[in-house]
């Protein structure tokens, strides 16, 4: 008998997957569908579910330790293990029911990233061609949450296109439907066609589809356009790149599949479960697992050579050509899909140029949204909108964006460097401003071409041994000059989080014929004149023959050649000499290139004190404080130290410190999530107090970039300062169910606030006790000039108020490579 019960379990068990696919497949339209998917469910492992109880203090400690801090023992052990498995999809799927006018019902389910990843990672592991691959939003985006009520509402009940879109009356003579979404916020077309937007369509599982997005509407109403839109195939990506920290990043393309498809359904899905043996219902979709399964087979991948702690740029990689880069790919007998693609794009953009019309903004952000809450939400692609992001959410994703933008770049032998705000924050703590709303790179125009040609419109997967981010390239027509112009749009490319539509602007550089209006190059090149009467002025030119409309731009882009300055759209402009070479550091602990002068250039777009520190250092409203290497905003610095002492905050002793600390606590559990932040990214900050303490030293400029080299060789990619934002909601909702739980069982909404108090106290006293930053130039390398450096020392942490204060190093007051 047992022998018996056993076969029919793994029967059961091998079979349970197979089995859903194919009952999604070939469902009877007449037949109950409940009915089969409860039999689908019973083909589970019953010891494979997960109990939930009340948790003791112990274990709550625990829990939340192995959820929130650095990775621990506890997080592997079973109560606490969060796999994404076969259970979890199996329970999630169902097929939408309701008459729908189409052949295959679409088969919904609850999304998660690691299903997506690990299904194409095992299919890009059997693919040894690389060849194309199906594609659907719905798996790589939660469009679920905003769309699976209306794929299982009934027909009669969906919105249409007339309950989203507000037409002009004389020109949409349709009456809103009488359904529930009569009263749904909605986006006015002002004089626009309802049809040019949206259209009811029976066949979509949804009601409708959308093929343009108003800008001009409410928060609700644009979730709701954005997520159709996406559904809807208003925009797919041409190729995916995932990204690997084992290997080479794998590049496949996309075949152009009809829409409303769902991994659910799919043969990928059949083809994971296929090559796994264990097909138990507790089979795990773990995508570092199948990535490190493509790197572990021949051909293995050759790392590639690196550049160099100094890289030069030719100034031939700030020009372009566009009629030659025309005409080169004309003459391109076989051109790949990318190839016609950007050639199109460039004919498009030069003939549209030369019509003289206005060019139109081709990106859209939420700054048009109505009632938005703070100025930080004017920062996220239209198209990939989900709805407000809170703080710390904004945070991390702009953590994870720039990080997998530092990997994707270096992976693909990209050059780009830091611009504008985030070249700011990197002078002072190596990360990113806490108000910061989107990050800023630069790129030579050059660069700015392969990633059109190259990269646009790919969804760049980031390595699962890093996070779940997925990130879409997006590159305008009108990227072939940098003369300044009227265009609503100053930034070239984006790197958007698909998530939120956070993104990170890419502007690209190079020769133009834009006026000089940088003074302090205009200086610069006024005693370089005075030194050598050679060097060619403004007024030096050739362009009387010229027509008089064409003399000026001809006049500006001779002597911008000349004396090597190159812009950016906006009109920006830079000596060549300001950028080149760049050098190598790290931006939220990953390898980043900084420009050759980057305090210069910084200092001609901001205000900066000489000191790192001090009762001056105050930006927007936050002030910067050594002690735990980061910008605290004046409420929460008061909640610290109290109001008197805000104007002291960067002469606070170890036992001030962990009073202040403690006491933050005790006021408040709320203040954990900022506390680790603070914690979290000491090594980043040390690793920043360690390369300022080089550059303002008195080596000469050899020495400097000696020993900051060697900081680089002794000093890999450092741990992230954020969680994954994807992971970390996931940890979130985990804690907060269990926790719910254990307050009802005690009676006290304050019992898992107690217990996180108590951690968060123990971590404050070994934080503390190590001093949190002592600099430890041993730790660079052996060098003649290595005691120079202690009278540099940025920041030691006090034991007591009988200790000296050391003086303020003017850090920030001159280049160190002038």
């Known amino acids: 008998m047992r022998v018996t019960r056993l076969c029919r379990r793994v029967v059961s068990a091998s079979m349970v997957m197979l089995l859903m696919v194919w009952l999604i497949k070939s469902i009877d339209p007449n037949s109950n569908v409940e009915k089969q998917l409860k039999l689908l469910k019973s083909q589970g492992n019953p010891n494979s579910s997960r109990l939930m109880w009340i948790l003791s203090k112990p274990e709550l400690a625990a829990l939340f330790q192995a959820l929130f801090l650095p990775e621990t023992a506890g997080l592997n052990s079973e109560f606490w293990n969060d796999d994404y498995t076969l259970k979890d999809l199996t329970e999630s799927t169902r097929v939408a029911s309701g008459n729908k006018l189409w052949g295959l019902r679409f088969p919904y389910y609850t999304f998660d990233a690691r299903l997506t990843a690990a299904v194409y990672y095992k299919h890009v592991q059997n693919s040894q061609h690389r060849g194309e691959i199906m594609f659907s939003w719905y798996d790589w985006k939660n469009l679920g949450s905003v769309l699976n009520p209306l794929i299982t509402s009934k027909p009669q009940e969906n919105p249409q296109c007339q309950d989203i879109f507000e037409a002009p009356e004389e020109s949409q003579r349709i009456v809103s439907s009488s359904n529930k979404w009569g009263s749904f916020p909605k986006a006015s077309l002002e004089n626009s066609l309802l049809s040019s937007y949206c259209t009811n369509s029976q066949k979509s599982p949804i009601g409708f589809e959308v093929h343009r997005i108003q800008p001009h509407s409410d928060a609700e109403s644009l979730v709701l356009q954005s997520s159709s839109f996406l559904f809807s195939g208003g925009l797919v990506p041409k190729n995916l790149v995932f990204l690997s920290k084992d290997g080479p990043a794998v590049h496949t393309s996309v075949k152009n599949s009809a829409a409303y498809l769902s991994l659910a359904s799919s043969d990928l899905l059949e083809e994971f479960l296929s090559s796994h043996d264990e097909l138990e219902s507790t089979l795990v979709f773990d995508p570092l697992k199948e990535i490190k399964n493509i790197h572990s087979k021949p051909p293995f991948p050759t790392p590639k050579p690196g550049r160099g702690f100094l890289f030069e740029l030719s100034p031939e990689a700030f020009e372009f050509d566009l009629i030659s880069q025309k005409e080169l790919l004309s003459q391109s007998e076989f051109p790949f899909e990318r190839e016609f693609s950007y050639l199109s794009s460039l004919r498009f953009a030069q003939s549209y140029d030369s019509s003289g019309d206005n060019k139109f903004k081709y990106f859209y952000e939420s700054s048009s949204i109505q009632n938005h809450p703070d100025n930080f939400q004017n920062h996220m692609d239209i198209r990939f909108f989900s709805g407000w992001v809170p703080k710390w959410k904004r945070l991390r994703t702009l953590n994870s964006l720039m990080r997998t933008w530092l990997d994707f770049t270096k992976s693909e032998n990209l050059t780009s460097w830091l611009a504008h705000s985030s070249l700011h924050a990197y002078l002072y703590s190596g990360s990113q401003f806490p108000w910061a ?243 979290n990214s000491q090594d980043q900050f040390k690793f920043r107090l360690e390369e300022l303490a080089i550059e303002s030293s008195n080596l000469d400029l050899n020495s400097k970039y000696e020993l900051l080299q060697a900081l680089q060789t002794n000093y890999r990619d450092l741990p992230s300062s954020y969680k994954d934002p994807f992971l970390h909601e996931k940890k979130e909702r985990k804690w907060e169910e269990c926790t719910k739980q254990a307050n009802t069982a005690v009676g006290s909404q304050e019992y898992s606030n107690i217990i996180i108090k108590e951690v968060m106290k123990s971590l404050v006293k070994a934080f503390v006790a190590n001093h949190g930053l002592k600099l430890k130039h041993e730790e660079i390398s052996a060098h003649d000039n290595i005691s120079q450096l202690a009278p540099t020392s940025l920041y030691n942490l006090r034991e007591n108020s009988m200790e000296p204060l050391l003086e303020a190093p003017q850090a920030l007051k001159a280049d160190f490579t002038l």
């Open 437 to 679: 709303a989107s990050q800023n790179v630069q790129m030579p125009i050059q660069d700015l071409h392969k990633l059109a040609m190259f990269y646009n419109q790919t969804l760049v997967i980031e390595s699962p041994s890093e996070g779940y981010g997925r990130f879409f390239i997006d590159v305008q027509p009108f990227i072939f000059s940098r003369d300044h112009d009227e265009s609503l749009d100053k930034v070239d490319a984006r790197f958007i989080d698909i998530d939120t539509g956070l993104f990170i602007d890419i502007l690209g550089v190079g020769f133009s014929s834009n006026a000089l209006t940088n003074t302090r190059i205009m200086s610069q090149l006024r005693n370089e004149r005075n030194r050598n009467p050679d060097v060619l002025t403004p007024s030096d030119d050739e362009s009387g023959s010229k027509p008089l409309e064409d003399q000026a731009s001809y006049k500006n882009s001779r002597f911008n050649r000349a004396n090597e300055i190159v812009s950016e759209k906006s009109g920006k402009s830079y000596l060549l000499s300001d950028i080149s070479p760049l050098r190598i550091s790290k931006y939220h602990g990953k390898q980043v290139n900084i420009p050759h002068r980057a305090l210069t250039i910084a200092k001609d777009e901001f205000h900066i004190v000489p000191w790192l520190f001090g009762p001056k250092q105050r930006q927007e409203k936050h002030r910067f404080v050594p002690a735990l290497g980061s910008w605290l905003d004046l409420p929460t610095l008061k909640a610290l130290l109290g109001p008197r002492r805000v104007q002291e905050a960067h002469t606070i002793t170890a036992s001030q410190l962990e009073q202040a600390l403690e006491s933050l606590l005790e006021k408040s559990a709320s203040h954990c999530e900022e506390m680790l932040s603070w914690f």
